[in-house]
């Protein structure tokens, strides 16, 4: 790979960064999140604005371009038959309470770029499409192409990406911006699973609770409905003098009705441990002032919800990661509450053996606890030896100056779904966290990830051609 191709490319992209800036505020003001489908749009038509406005935008570089109608559109240039493909998603999870400037207006302050999706996942889509378009201006008659994909469904249930996969060419090499640095060499399965319980009757019965938007998203607000037998009430009451937690409240509907509200911290599903799930600190609140009679059953509630999997029997490692769970969504009817449960297990795992062990579990120690939804998406694993791999390192080694190894991670992107692929990094450290309230990315790190996201593509096309 010539040095001398690298820094052209690279100086358009330096000469370019304000247009980079604009250009990735425009996106962020789309508000991407999944709503009604609506002809050619499934996904809602906020999403397929967002489509449109990347399209159109690779089209008037002078990109060839393809609708799918509407799930996912790509960007390509170039000639000859290897395919170096970067995949990246318009979506964006819901948005929360609490955000220092909207979430969709993309301000700038104090040298941070402020909105839902500027690390996931619109900020390096931006990035990777002024990386391509850097390379199509500044190198002519590579025998490669290069494609950007951009997906609509990433973040509730990959439908575009099997679209894609089903009727479109899979990459020689492909990276999706979308994780960690260097690289994410392997991702861990990922499991959906929605347990059905009873709810608590008796002394202290739960009427109703809710809290949570997506199975990915660590939940930030819980409220529950609750009745005290009136030969309990003053037991209780003591208990609620009691006990303390300053991110809880309550209020007394009726003479024996109350209603509690938790206030958590939003967080990737992926590392619970980062975000303070309303829902755990609710039942663990609930089961404080609950009177002995209804005590293990509280206790159970909680225990199923525990990040590390053992309420539900499924704790564990390999030597490669470790499985943890997020309690993202709790709901209820007459009856019965539903916990969606997303779990990410060790990449050696097979999702088969998880609900087994589930299943076990729960006929051991909760008997009236059933499984009610088992979805699985299986783990990734590339060899730290393989081409690819090394290549995006000697890429970003190069552009770090040092040596940094590959990494595993519990998140899912969309590596795991189209062949050939693996997913690098969209921030560094003092940038904000995907998927929490105040999401921003410092402006002078899209300017760094695009410079960094051409280098690779370049030394992956290397791979197959000679780029002098």
């Not at 609708?67 to 390509?76: H, I, K």
Request: charged share 25%; proline share 5%; aromatic share 8%.
């Amino acid at each position: 790979m010539s040095s001398l191709t690298v820094q052209k490319v690279q100086q358009w992209i330096r000469n370019h960064e304000n247009e980079l800036i604009e250009n990735t505020q425009q996106l962020l003001r789309f508000k991407s999140i999944e709503g009604a489908p609506a002809p050619n749009a499934p996904f809602g038509t906020e999403i397929d604005n967002a489509l449109q406005y990347m399209l159109n935008l690779s089209s008037n570089a002078g990109m060839k371009t393809k609708n799918l109608d509407g799930y996912a559109g790509w960007a390509e240039f170039g000639d000859g038959k290897p395919l170096i493909v970067s995949l990246g998603h318009l979506d964006v999870v819901p948005v929360g309470d609490g955000w220092k400037h909207p979430p969709f207006d993309a301000v700038i302050d104090n040298g941070y770029l402020y909105g839902r999706g500027v690390v996931d996942d619109k900020g390096p889509t931006m990035a990777s499409f002024f990386a391509m378009r850097a390379i199509m201006e500044c190198t002519k008659g590579l025998k490669v192409r290069f494609r950007a994909v951009y997906g609509c469904n990433e973040e509730s249930g990959f439908e575009c990406v099997e679209r894609y996969v089903k009727t479109e060419e899979h990459p020689t090499y492909g990276i999706a911006p979308d994780s960690d640095w260097p690289l994410v060499h392997a991702e861990k399965g990922i499991a959906d699973l929605q347990i059905e319980v009873p709810l608590v009757k008796g002394e202290l019965a739960l009427l109703s609770i809710e809290g949570g938007d997506r199975p990915n998203i660590v939940i930030d607000k819980c409220t529950a409905k609750l009745k005290v037998l009136q030969t309990r009430k003053e037991e209780v009451l003591e208990k609620i003098g009691n006990a303390w937690d300053k991110n809880i409240s309550l209020t007394w509907l009726t003479d024996d009705t109350f209603e509690i509200t938790a206030i958590g911290k939003a967080a990737h599903g992926s590392t619970p441990f980062y975000g303070d799930s309303a829902a755990i600190r609710l039942l663990r609140f609930i089961r404080e002032i609950s009177p002995a009679s209804n005590w293990e059953e509280y206790t159970a509630l909680l225990d199923i919800c525990d990040i590390s999997g053992y309420g539900l029997g499924i704790q564990g490692s390999d030597e490669l990661s470790t499985l943890t769970a997020n309690a993202g969504i709790i709901n209820s009817d007459e009856n019965n509450l539903y916990v969606l449960i997303n779990i990410r297990y060790p990449v050696t795992w097979k999702g088969n053996d998880l609900v087994e062990r589930c299943e076990a579990k729960l006929n051991e120690s909760y008997p009236n606890f059933k499984i009610k939804v088992f979805r699985d998406s299986e783990p990734l694993h590339f060899p730290v030896d393989s081409p690819m791999v090394e290549a995006i390192l000697s890429a970003y080694n190069a552009e770090a100056g040092g040596f940094s190894k590959p990494k595993v991670m519990g998140g899912g992107t969309y590596a795991r779904a189209i062949p050939n692929t693996v997913s690098i990094g969209t921030s560094w450290a003092g940038d904000g966290e995907p998927h929490e309230t105040d999401e921003r990315l410092r402006v002078e790190n899209l300017l760094r990830l695009s410079l960094y996201y051409a280098r690779i593509l370049l030394y992956l096309a290397a791979l197959e051609i000679d780029i002098e």
